[in-house]
């Protein structure tokens, strides 16, 4: 876990710079295809390593438990959401 919090926070740090670059030489349009193309080549990797999850289905779908509906502190987050946060 720590590997991959420090991965965030230097990518972070790594990011920013790397896109105001990318801004100032090649403008938004291009600047957002680039950083596309980075993340299609920094993932593809990451999915042939990464293994399948125990509870999901050969799809990548999750196996829905609905007792988790009856529990009060679901119906509780749900209302509180709607109620005190509407967007």
Same mark, same amino acid.
């Given at each position: 876990?720590?590997?991959?919090?420090?991965?965030?926070?230097?990518?972070g =740090? $790594?990011?920013?710079? #790397?896109?105001?670059?990318?801004l100032?030489?090649?403008? !938004?349009?291009? @600047? &957002?295809?680039?950083? *596309?193309?980075?993340?299609?080549?920094?993932?593809?990797?990451?999915?042939? =390593? $990464?293994?399948?999850r #125990?509870?999901?289905?050969a799809?990548?779908?999750?196996? !829905?438990?609905? @007792? &988790?509906?009856k529990? *009060?502190?679901?119906?509780y987050?749900?209302?509180?959401?709607?109620?005190?946060?509407?967007?």
């Open positions: 876990m720590g590997a991959i919090l420090a991965g965030s926070g230097a990518g =740090v $790594v990011m920013a710079p #790397v896109l105001q670059i990318l100032d030489k090649y403008g !938004l349009h291009w @600047a &957002l295809r680039i950083l *596309g193309l980075w993340n299609l080549a920094a993932g593809i990797p990451v999915a042939y =390593v $990464v293994r399948h #125990v509870g999901f289905s799809r990548g779908r999750a196996k !829905l438990d609905r @007792a &988790l509906f529990r *009060g502190t679901f119906l987050q749900v209302l509180k959401k709607l109620v005190l946060e509407p967007s």
